[in-house]
């Protein structure tokens, strides 16, 4: 028997596999055309919950919602029977709902309508079921009453007061109060247990000053119910006759006998507790024992779950909010105090109403296709599973081949049109059931395409992309996809198509761009959807910012240069702290950039750059730091003090954000220089603690000034004062010297010592002097000033001099001794024998006999020439006589030395002193020299006109010096083109020229130019320039265009025309009056030769450039007035008409200057001339 099942166990194991490969459930889309025709069972989408408790006072309302296609109608059961809602006006079912009202404004009492309701959703392809709902309207019963005595009580000993609250339904929730609504307090010796009940584990005599009654609140009516109080009488003992015992303990002294622990709730060594899994798990030990005990728990067999157990009501409620089947087992809890302890164990059993595993879920399938519903839930004890169709026993419903039932699982094979119905799953033990709704939907449909025929998608260049064809039909149709509408359907290699029709491309270029059809076929027919695919560049940030940090008050700037695709359009959007940036009328924001001036520690955070197109985007972010100079030091404080030093410490204040790398200590005295601040000391900035070290004799106070990589923060508010004791000086005085101001005097200078170096009040100097290496003794004086002279020296003798600082306190150190020297006088003798040799162009060799000694009469600086340029040996060339200076130091008794930087092919004039610090003595012989002839220097200018196309007019003048006698010049000039220089060549012009015209090849033609000046010894200084460009071309355009033959008889003609109507309108005006011309008409016109201040008319150009006689074109280009103006006609200009209408002008006609220039063109007739004819 064992073996036959375990073959059919077998058998059905096999089955079930070569099912699961072969079934295929198609998935609904929820596109609501395929809804909208898609026939369906009904499926409860929302109904009242199983153990369902109402309010009396409110209408009566079970829900019940139902979708389908049909529209699924409803019916209910009550108690199991037929509830024929018509019958009962009370009762009224919403509109396409099943959803049941019961109204009681009419009468009648909610109570009666308790009972078990399940509601029925129907249509033609099968009914679903409503879970049963156990439908109890609250109730809130009143406490009965009772007369309760008072409870007597002996101090010391345990007591219960029962709450036993009035069966509601829900159960109210339960509290204690005294009558007049004051919360009993509770402690570790007073507290309500989980029935209600308050436990006192120890009475006390101060328990009787109140009474104590329990109040129920019931949660639907809101209501709050209130047993009647206790009254406690607590019997006391006698006081105990030792003094020592402590009266002022909770007993006041009297003889209350402790007890061991004990148990009050709950009673015996051990119990039992039966929790449904994911409930909520109390276990309650309340101990009785005096003093009051203490309650711990333990688990046997291992530690409580710390992550889900809670200790309330001071450790005598355990809690564990969800329980699951680890947490059953046997808890203990222990009461102890010292005397002793109690254990209780509380045996925890979890059990489970039926909870799901697998839950049947709709199943659709084309006909001839194969499907299961698996229904699969646990629980402890195990569930039933029961099978319905259709709301009724699957047992009791006609057979069905293609269906069978296995267990938990029903197998369904061949499925053929309308065998579609609705299937019940009931999984039940005895505390609880589980029901679910699942349809079997037999279903056959065309292919159709899902959303638009039609799709445009656009890409980003080499990333994953995927087309979309979203598709439907029963049988699933098959789908293959093509581009372009040829070849075979695309799959493997760059592509992949997916099951729910999607096309992955692996990497999109732009050969993928193109058309892609997607064709979805079964046996019921064809549908195709098109896409069209453009593969665009990527949009990314190509310059992006950096973090930076900036120093308040300057501009910060951040890059976002983009590239994207020139067919997308891109929007670039910034944020500060992902939050939009408001730019306000400072912030500046171009197509590159975001600029921020003036920045502010409101600036300071994260700035993002988002480039956002219709595929794509890109972003960056920057992190801007404002810095800014620190907040001053505060709270400065003097301490450790010392004849000469003192402990300055302060608190740093605020660096904002530049770290501070110095503290700046400065002071100010109130006795040399009040309200002066000056630099004491500088320390690094990880002090703020120092010693100072103080100078004798100062009342100071003391401010620090913080420095960071900004710069200087404010001083500090100044530190109290302190005052140092004086002392002798500790400084010599500085700068120590003897010089003489006149010949027979010496003058002792030296620098005071400074405010802070006086170290006390009467500062004086002692300064010692005495002729050197005599042996005599020292001379002295003490004088306040900074200068001694003494008086009646001889000339320039040596002295030793020293000197000391001395106040009130004391003298100080004597200062080393120095040598001075009493005054200087004039230099009595004159070098000798001066002469010059080896002279050239610019520089000759001096020689000369030196002097005694001791006829300088003072320090010897130097030997002294004095030079100058008589004349230059150039005929006419006037020369400046300014004389020149330059001076040699030697000791030997022939010295010599060079003269330089002289100017050549001159004459020289030269003689020599010698000099001391203050005088110069008596000159030497003057000597007469000449330079030879050098090279000129360069030409004084050179300059490049061009005043035609093709010529060059070079010009320039001689040289400032020409150091010699010009013999001409030297002219080098070379083509140049860009980088390509062309064969150079060499003009040469006599010494009187001073220019020079060069006929160019071609009018683009450049040239660099050299122009040097020569002498006999050879060319001097080199003048380079280049040929300018000819930059107003249009300028040659318009007069080649003028010498053009079709232009020049249009202007031809233009004149003619303007002619005859001049013609014509003189003749008309002369017949129309009778107003005689002046005499002077017959007389011949005298030519006026007439020239514009611009010189319009000189155009030094060949014949073919003449312009147009009457349209004369300017050398600038513009084209000037007409000649031929009515203002030279006297209708302008100076002409006039007298009172009576006569023409008073006068007529005069402009003749061409350039006639002696060969200019070939005749005199145009006058227009007055031929009015003259016609008179």
């Not at 402790?258 to 507790?273: D, I, N, Q, W």
């Not at 999109?508 to 761009?513: G, L, N, P, Q």
Request: glycine share 8%.
């Amino acid at each position: 028997m064992s073996g036959q099942s375990g073959l059919t166990a077998l058998t059905l194991m096999l089955f079930l596999l070569l099912l699961w490969h072969e079934a295929t459930t198609i998935e609904v889309p929820q596109d609501p055309k395929i809804l909208q025709d898609l026939k369906q069972p009904p499926t409860i989408v929302k109904q009242s919950v199983k153990d369902y408790i109402v309010d009396p006072r409110d209408n009566i309302i079970i829900e019940c919602e139902a979708k389908g296609n049909p529209v699924p109608t409803f019916s209910w059961r009550r108690n199991g029977k037929f509830f024929n809602i018509g019958k009962d006006p009370r009762v009224t079912m919403r509109k396409r709902s099943g959803t049941l009202e019961i109204g009681f404004r009419s009468g009648g009492r909610p109570e009666d309508y308790e009972g078990e309701y399940q509601c029925f959703a129907s249509n033609d392809f099968g009914v679903a079921l409503s879970n049963k709902i156990l439908l109890r309207v609250s109730k809130a019963p009143l406490w009965p009453k009772e007369v309760l005595e008072p409870v007597v009580v002996t101090e010391g000993s345990p007591l219960v007061l029962p709450c036993n609250p009035p069966p509601g339904l829900p159960p109210p929730f339960t509290f204690w109060m005294s009558s007049f609504m004051i919360p009993i307090p509770q402690d570790k010796r007073v507290s309500m247990g989980l029935n209600g009940d308050l436990y006192f584990s120890n009475v006390i005599a101060q328990d009787a000053q109140t009474d104590y009654s329990c109040n129920a609140r019931f949660l639907f009516t809101h209501t709050i119910q209130q047993k009647n109080p206790f009254t406690l009488k607590v019997q006391t003992k006698e006081l105990y006759n030792d003094t020592s015992y402590n009266a002022t303990g909770p007993f006041g002294g009297r003889k209350v006998a402790e007890t061991t622990p004990t148990f009050l709730s709950p009673s015996g060594s051990e119990s039992s507790k039966m929790v449904l899994r994911d409930e909520k798990l109390l276990l309650e030990c309340i101990a009785a024992g005096l003093p009051t005990p203490t309650i711990k728990w333990f688990k046997k067999g291992g530690d409580l779950p710390g992550q889900k157990v809670k200790f309330e009501k001071f450790n005598k409620t355990l809690k564990i909010v969800s329980v699951s089947e680890e947490d059953a087992g046997e808890y203990v809890c222990m009461a102890n105090n010292h005397l002793g302890s109690v254990r209780h164990s509380i045996f925890v059993q979890v059990k489970a109403a039926p909870y799901w595993l697998d839950k049947p879920t709709n199943l659709v399938l084309a006909p001839d296709e194969n499907g299961r519903l698996v229904c699969r839930a646990n629980g402890n004890p195990k569930p039933i599973i029961q099978w319905l169709i259709n709301g009724q026993p699957i047992d009791s419903s006609p057979p069905n081949p293609s269906r069978q039932v296995l267990g938990d699982t029903i197998i369904f094979r061949s499925v053929q049109m309308g065998s579609s119905a609705v299937y019940q799953c009931n999984a039940s033990n005895q505390h609880g059931y589980l029901l679910a709704n699942a349809f079997v939907s037999v279903l056959d449909m065309p292919p159709r395409m899902l959303g638009p025929k039609t799709q445009l998608i656009k890409v980003v260049e080499n990333n994953r992309t995927f087309l979309d064809c979203p598709f439907f039909g029963s049988p699933l149709p098959e789908l293959r996809w093509f581009k372009n509408g040829q070849g075979s359907g695309l799959d493997g290699g760059q592509y992949r198509v997916y099951i729910n029709g999607t096309l992955e491309i692996k990497r999109a270029r732009v050969e993928d761009e193109g058309t892609y059809t997607c064709v979805a076929h079964s046996i019921l027919g064809t549908a195709d959807k098109q896409v069209r695919l453009e593969v665009k560049e990527p949009t990314r940030i190509v310059r992006a910012s950096e973090n930076q940090s900036v120093i308040r008050g300057s501009t910060a700037r951040f890059d976002c240069k983009v590239k994207s695709d020139p067919s997308l359009p891109v929007t670039v959007t910034w944020t500060k702290d992902d939050k939009p940036l408001y730019l306000g009328w400072r912030l500046k924001k171009d197509d590159e950039s975001l600029t921020i001036p003036n920045v502010n520690e409101g600036d300071e955070g994260t700035y993002s750059c988002t480039v956002t197109s219709e595929i794509d985007q890109d972003s960056s972010s920057a992190r801007l730091t404002v810095l800014d100079r620190p907040d001053p030091p505060i709270d400065l404080d003097l301490s450790d003090p010392a004849a000469r030093s003192i402990r300055l410490t302060w608190i740093p204040g605020n660096d904002h954000r530049s770290p501070i790398t110095e503290f700046l200590v400065q002071f100010e005295e109130n006795r040399w220089e009040p309200g002066r601040w000056q630099n004491l000391s500088s320390y690094p900035g990880d002090l703020n603690s120092v010693i100072l070290q103080l100078a004798p004799f100062v009342n100071y106070q003391f401010r620090v000034i913080a420095i960071n990589s900004v710069g200087q923060s404010q001083p500090s508010r100044s530190s109290p004062r302190y005052k140092t004791s004086g002392a002798a000086p500790d400084a010599i005085p500085r700068g120590l010297r003897g010089w003489g101001s006149k010949k027979d005097n010496m003058e002792i200078t030296w620098e005071p010592l400074l405010d802070l170096e006086r170290n006390g009040p009467n500062l004086h100097y002692n300064v010692w002097w005495r002729r050197k290496d005599t042996g005599e003794e020292w001379s002295n004086v003490t004088t306040l000033e900074s200068k001694y002279i003494v008086h009646s020296t001889d000339t320039y003798v040596p002295y030793e001099i020293k000197i000391q600082a001395r106040n009130d306190f004391g003298s100080g150190p004597e200062s080393n001794m120095v040598i001075g020297y009493s005054g200087e006088d004039n230099p009595t003798d004159a070098p000798t024998d001066l002469r010059v040799s080896k002279v050239d162009s610019t520089k000759a060799n001096i020689h000369w006999k030196s002097v005694d000694p001791a006829s300088v009469q003072g320090e010897f600086k130097e030997f002294r020439l004095y030079y100058w340029r008589e004349s230059s040996l150039v005929p006419g060339l006037v020369v400046s006589k300014e004389k020149m200076t330059k001076g040699f130091y030697s000791t030997v008794s022939e010295p010599s030395g060079i003269l330089t930087e002289l100017v050549p092919f001159s004459k020289y004039k030269t003689f020599m002193v010698v000099a001391n610090s203050r005088f110069e003595g008596p000159p030497s012989n003057t000597v007469e020299f000449t330079t030879k002839e050098g090279v000129p220097d360069a030409p004084r200018f050179f300059r490049i006109n061009r005043r035609s196309f093709d010529t060059l007019y070079l010009e320039w003048d001689k040289p400032l010096e020409p150091n010699g006698i010009l013999i001409g010049y030297q002219l080098k000039y070379q083509t140049i083109n860009g980088s390509r220089i062309g064969r150079p060549q060499l003009e040469t012009f006599p010494p009187n020229a001073t220019d020079f015209s060069l006929r160019l090849p071609d009018r683009s033609t450049r040239y660099k130019f050299y122009l040097s000046a020569l002498t006999q010894v050879g060319s001097g200084e080199v003048f380079a320039e280049e040929s300018p460009h000819f930059a107003n071309e249009a300028y040659i355009d318009q007069v080649d265009i003028a010498t053009q033959g079709w232009f020049i008889g249009l202007m031809c003609a233009i004149a003619l025309i303007i002619l005859i109507l001049l013609i014509v309108c003189f003749i008309k005006r002369s017949r129309g009056g009778k107003y005689p011309v002046r005499d002077k008409k017959d007389l011949p016109l005298d030519p006026v030769d007439q020239k514009d201040q611009d010189g319009s008319f000189d155009y030094h150009s060949d014949e073919d450039n003449k312009p147009l006689q009457g349209s004369q074109t300017s050398l600038d280009g513009n084209v000037k007035e007409s000649d031929d103006s009515l203002v030279d006609y006297g209708e302008g200009g100076d002409g006039q008409f007298n009172e009576d209408g006569s023409f008073i002008g006068q007529y005069t006609v402009k003749k061409d200057k350039d006639e002696t220039e060969g200019n070939e063109s005749s005199e145009a007739t006058s227009p007055v001339n031929a009015i003259y004819s016609l008179a």
